[in-house]
């Protein structure tokens, strides 16, 4: 159908241009002026080759009207000339035809056909108008077209350059108060007072004393109020035992500690006495157990340093000394007695003991 149409509308050319001459001889008779021969209208092809060729073929022989029939509904469908090929050459021809077709307004020319130069454009940047092949009237309004092309370009770059300029302003003014800010703040900083502290070295030898007083040493009243109310109560309760034995029993021992060397007051229930006597057994191993126990966790829980306050001072005296007054205090420390509880179990039952390292 294409080809058909193709010939159809060629065949329609043919015609017109042999019937041309009939006209014009009819006028040299004398008969008058001949009318214009009416034009078959211009099928527009709907494949793009054919359509650039058809065009192409007008454009040979001057036909800029017809150049424009037929290409025109091309390029204004977005949907064709998508081989940049024929775009470029469909282009270019409707460019030549318009800035040439008398049919038009020149100044109508000119715009239209500086619309079609900058599709081109636009589609290729680098592009440029083949030599010796179209009309001068195009090659200058290439030249045109190009020049306002690139005074958009440099007034843009202008712009560009004007708004980089406010931004680096904008942030350089950013920056100078961020700079102030700092500088604000560092001093802030610098005239801060801090509190000083020092570690002070803590003696074991304090933490061995029994009666919660190692717990109060170390910082732990409540343990040490515990152990102290314990070991009270339990030293009450066998020193109470043992003055009952003593002054109401009347008893007395004849040979130390060996066993039936206790002797009490005639008429006294032994029995009694006796069940007495486990109990203060009882609380003693108990008083001394709790006495273990006190000095043992004083020391489990000692800690070898205590940090103290010296004062406060501005951060930027401190900083002046450089600092390491802790390190330097330590290395000149003397050395000091270390008191570490030991322990050890067996068939003879719990030792508990101390040792001192120098």
């Not at 159908?1 to 019937?19: D, F, H, P, Q, Y």
């Not at 008398?102 to 500086?114: F, H, I, K, N, Y």
């Not at 930027?316 to 000091?336: N, S, T, V």
């Amino acid at each position: 159908m294409r080809r058909l149409a193709s010939i159809v509308v060629r065949a329609g050319v043919a015609l017109t241009l042999a019937a041309a001459p009939a006209h014009a001889a009819t006028g040299a008779r004398g008969v008058g002026p001949a009318a214009p021969a009416p034009r078959a209208p211009v099928v527009v092809p709907d494949d793009d080759e054919e359509a650039v060729e058809l065009a192409e073929a007008a454009w040979s022989r001057g036909g800029w009207t017809e150049v424009r029939e037929v290409l025109e509904p091309v390029a204004a469908d977005p949907s064709r000339l998508q081989d940049s090929r024929l775009r470029e050459k469909a282009l270019a021809l409707l460019a030549d035809a318009t800035v040439n077709d008398p049919a038009l307004d020149e100044s109508e020319r000119r715009v239209q056909a500086g619309e079609y130069l900058e599709r081109l454009l636009d589609a290729d940047p680098g592009w440029r108008l083949p030599p010796a092949i179209y009309s001068p009237e195009l090659f200058e309004l290439f030249v045109e077209v190009q020049d306002q092309r690139s005074q958009r370009a440099s007034a843009q770059c202008e712009a560009d350059r004007m708004a980089c300029e406010a931004d680096l302003a904008d942030n350089a003014a950013d920056l100078e108060d961020l700079r102030r800010r700092h500088a604000d703040l560092e001093q802030k900083y610098d005239d801060q007072e801090v509190e000083v502290r020092d570690r002070v070295a803590r003696s074991r030898v304090f933490a061995a004393i029994p009666a919660g007083i190692g717990h109060f040493y170390n910082g732990e009243p409540v343990l040490g109020g515990v152990f102290l109310g314990a070991e009270a109560v339990l030293g009450a309760t066998g020193l109470g035992l043992i003055l009952v034995r003593k002054v109401v029993d009347g008893c007395d021992r004849t040979d130390g500690f060996e066993r039936g060397s206790l002797e009490c007051a005639a008429g006294r229930d032994l029995d009694a006495i006796l069940r007495r006597r486990k109990a203060e057994e009882v609380v003693g191993w108990l008083f001394l157990g709790t006495i273990a126990l006190d000095i043992f966790l004083a020391q489990y829980r000692f800690r070898p340093y205590k940090t103290q306050s010296v004062g406060r001072v501005p951060r930027k005296e401190l900083d002046a000394e450089g600092g390491g007054g802790d390190e330097r205090r330590r290395r000149e420390r003397k050395p000091r007695a270390k008191v570490r509880p030991t322990g050890a179990g067996g068939r003879g039952g719990l030792h508990l003991g101390i040792r001192v390292e120098f």
